[in-house]
């Protein structure tokens, strides 16, 4: 399977926990995008890659929130100490440099109680 | 905040029918994207349109974009069940990210 893919797909944790989200890109894609999805909304972004670097961070991600993607392979997107107001979808996507289409995971699910 | 805003919010339609969903945004793009959306599940890309075209086709969907309005209109014809989803717009600004809206829900009835 050439798609991107992502784990875990289901995550509930307790308030205060700390939770790690892992995306594995599409392997010729130079581009990873982090989005956050809530019920009935559509996707709010939260950062980008561009290989490994880091290009752009959404005020929405606050400094609990850390994304990396070392070697500009997988990445991975870690949220300290949890809040309620974190559950939410997370979604990776890859694209290549030219962004015509993003190719998006399954998505990560957060419930945080 | 979000770029685009989808109307209606939700769509309910008899197999068969068409269904339009509408897009407005607020800045100028580069291209305008629409996505679909099954519940639970990642999003799919279904069609792009650049800011200097006014129509494009793609099996039974069709777009228009309207830049003078700031809007597009994303056209499915004889729907089917399985067109039952939600429906995103979402506008490329700088060439860097994609800004996506609230979408549309959209329920096909057989």
């Known amino acids: 399977d050439t798609g991107v893919s992502q784990d875990p797909r289901h995550k509930i944790t307790k308030r205060g926990q700390n939770v790690t989200f892992r995306c594995d890109p599409i392997s010729e894609h130079n581009r990873l995008y982090w989005y956050r999805q809530t019920l009935g909304q559509g996707p709010e972004f939260l950062t980008y890659?561009?290989?490994?670097?880091?290009?752009?961070k959404s005020r929405l991600l606050s400094d609990r929130f850390s994304a990396e993607r070392p070697k500009g392979s997988f990445s991975t997107l870690e949220i300290q100490r949890t809040e309620q107001g974190d559950s939410a979808m997370y979604l990776c996507?890859?694209?290549?440099?030219?962004?015509?289409?993003?190719?998006f995971g399954e998505g990560s699910r957060l419930t945080v109680l | 905040s979000q770029q685009g805003e989808e109307d209606p919010q939700a769509l309910s339609i008899q197999e068969g029918e068409n269904a339009t969903m509408n897009c407005s945004y607020k800045?100028?793009?580069?291209?305008l994207q629409w996505y679909r959306q099954n519940s639970g599940r990642g999003l799919v890309h279904l069609i792009l349109i650049r800011s200097n075209e006014r129509e494009k086709h793609s099996g039974r969907l069709r777009v228009t974009l309207d830049t003078s309005k700031k809007s597009s209109s994303l056209l499915i014809t004889a729907s089917r069940a399985a067109d039952t989803a939600s429906y995103f717009c979402?506008?490329?600004?700088?060439?860097?990210?994609?800004?996506f809206g609230a979408g549309t829900i959209l329920r096909v009835k057989s």
């Open positions: 979402a506008t490329d600004v700088y060439g860097n990210k994609l800004v």
């Open positions: 996507a890859s694209s290549s440099n030219s962004l015509r289409e993003l190719f």
């Open positions: 890659f561009q290989n490994e670097a880091q290009l752009e």
């Open positions: 800045t100028s793009i580069n291209n």
